[in-house]
């Protein structure tokens, strides 16, 4: 049990501008983290080992990429108990995102609304930040990079972008992540077509290939997908993923839907919307590509992951392991471990 609850800071943080609150809190665990004041936060970490894609977990229950763009925090927020931790998105250039205001909380359904925009300090400053962390991986923990592209590049151009990310991020990486699933990227979301993805996991399975002799290990890669697919647009994915092989599938990023929040305060915002109201169509598509893939293939579930049982319920549509971030923002570390006491026990 951390030495300050959650319940104590967060009617502060949410009194504050939501980005306003998230700069204060990552800065807060940068400056803090592998010092006494860790022990605020810090929890014991639930054993639960597991192997997925050939990677040991410590336990089933991560953090999503998008909270720790920079990966500034890592040790921090692994302290929380974390078995793995997932950092990005990165681009090959540092870029501010989209203007402000970009960030809505919608307390009444434990949600919130995004148009971040991939705001990143850029490649060489991602590296730098993942060579300092230390005590995470020391002690276990795997750690995931997510890659992407900048917003200046062209559609057409996008394997570039992610050629670069994956030769930047490969050597200090557990595994990567491609992502192609975010909402507030123009034209992003093209990339899980047939062709376009095809040709993208094509492109870095070969460089992929290239680098596991020139590292002499080989590195997982997974691909990050939206929840907003219908049943055969799941199966494509999952067959390009299965033709290119891909170790494994991240499912899902941020929803364009607005059924679920209907007529609440910020509801209309344009972004992605993540927390609770993602729950159902991201368990919907974790059934859809367990079932396309067979069992074994690696599923991570996330989005909309609020308790214990949530994270349960990941399992019990396909998943093998678990993320969370919005559930983060509103229960705490608390959840962390909560979530990984309940898989283990399940």
């Known amino acids: 049990m951390s030495l300050l609850p959650y319940a104590l800071t967060r009617p502060f943080l949410f009194g504050l501008d939501p980005e306003a609150a998230h700069d204060l809190t990552l800065g807060s665990i940068a400056k803090l983290q592998n010092t006494p004041a860790m022990c605020l936060w810090q929890q014991q970490r639930v054993d639960d080992p597991v192997t997925v894609a050939g990677l040991r977990f410590p336990n089933r229950v991560g953090l999503a990429a998008g909270l720790d763009k920079n990966g500034r925090c890592i040790d921090g927020l692994g302290a929380m108990g974390f078995g793995f931790i997932e950092v990005g998105t990165v681009t090959p250039l540092g870029q501010p995102g989209n203007p402000k205001p970009r960030m809505f909380r919608l307390p009444a359904r434990d949600a919130l609304i995004n148009r971040l925009g991939f705001n990143n300090e850029g490649l060489q400053s991602f590296i730098a930040n993942v060579q300092r962390a230390r005590s995470f991986r020391d002690a276990g923990g795997l750690l995931g990079l997510n890659i992407g592209k900048n917003a200046a590049t062209p559609i057409e151009r996008a394997v570039d972008d992610y050629l670069l990310g ?148 990941k399992l019990q549509a396909g998943a093998d392991l678990v993320q969370i971030y919005t559930g983060l923002i509103y229960r705490g570390p608390e959840l962390v471990r909560e979530a990984a006491l309940a898989l283990k026990q399940r």
């Open 166 to 313: 994956l030769d930047g991020v490969y050597a200090h990486a557990d595994y990567v992540t491609v992502n192609i699933s975010s909402p507030n990227t123009k034209n992003l979301r093209a990339l899980q077509s047939d062709e376009a993805l095809d040709a993208l996991l094509s492109a870095l399975q070969a460089r992929r290939e290239q680098l596991s002799q020139q590292h002499g290990r080989r590195v997982p890669m997974f691909v990050k997908i939206a929840p907003d697919l219908d049943e055969a647009q799941v199966g494509v994915i999952a067959a390009t993923l299965q033709k290119n092989g891909i170790d494994g599938v991240i499912a899902t990023n941020t929803t364009l839907s607005r059924e679920a929040v209907q007529g609440l305060q910020h509801a209309e915002e344009t972004g992605g919307l993540s927390g609770a109201p993602v729950l159902a169509a991201s368990n919907r598509v974790i059934a859809q590509l367990r079932a396309a893939l067979g069992a074994g293939y690696p599923i991570i579930g996330v989005g909309g992951v609020m308790s214990g049982a949530d994270a349960r319920s």
